[in-house]
């Protein structure tokens, strides 16, 4: 399938959906703002953007979107940046609204609070094709992803070992924020596993 027969949703309810549809356009990707269950027809995959889980976990229950999220993800691709990566996990040690999708165990803003916010040049294997520069991570009030289990798997981490980023099928998430840096190999990546 081209990028230009592919239609992605941005869930658009809280945080910075703004700079993954950017990037998706770059792309040639129509890429549409998602806030109502009605607005995931038709797509081919969706990104849950970062920002404050809770917030955006909360909104998704009052528009009625948690349990269409969960449908969809079940047969569709999800990409899950920072609070994006919360929300699909299994166990975050909290009470709060998850999809509950993916079998990773996270921590929220284990990496420190706005102030202590930092960019990490990674190396992540899946994305070089012959490309072997290092992906400009850039992380912010970011969670920490604990662990990966059954088929997620581990597809980048910091120089220390933290794990950063993990796959399961057509499940992605990242503990950072790829929409934030013109490097558009994280949302080519996602466009191969829709």
């Known amino acids: 399938m081209e990028n230009d027969t592919k239609k992605i949703g941005v869930l658009a309810l809280q945080g910075d959906f703004i700079e993954h549809i950017a990037a998706l356009r770059r792309l040639g990707v129509d890429a549409v703002e998602v806030r109502l269950p009605a607005d995931l027809q038709d797509l081919s995959g969706l990104i849950i953007p970062g920002g404050e889980s809770t917030t955006i976990g909360k909104l998704a229950v009052s528009y009625g979107l948690m349990d269409p999220l969960r449908h969809f993800g079940r047969h569709k691709a999800l990409w899950g940046t920072c609070a994006g990566m919360i929300l699909m996990a299994k166990e975050i040690g909290m009470d709060q609204p998850l999809l509950g ?71 992605l998430v990242t503990s950072f924020h790829p929409e934030l840096t013109t490097d558009d190999r994280f949302h080519r990546y996602f466009l191969g596993l829709v």
């Open 101 to 171: 999708l993916m079998d990773i165990k996270v921590q929220r803003n284990a990496f420190g609070r706005q102030k202590e916010s930092f960019r990490s040049d990674i190396t992540v294997p899946v994305l070089e094709e012959g490309d072997v520069r290092p992906f400009p991570a850039v992380f912010i009030r970011a969670p920490k992803l604990l662990s990966a289990s059954g088929k997620a798997k581990v597809i980048a981490s910091l120089p220390d070992g933290t794990v950063v980023a993990a796959q399961e099928d057509k499940w």
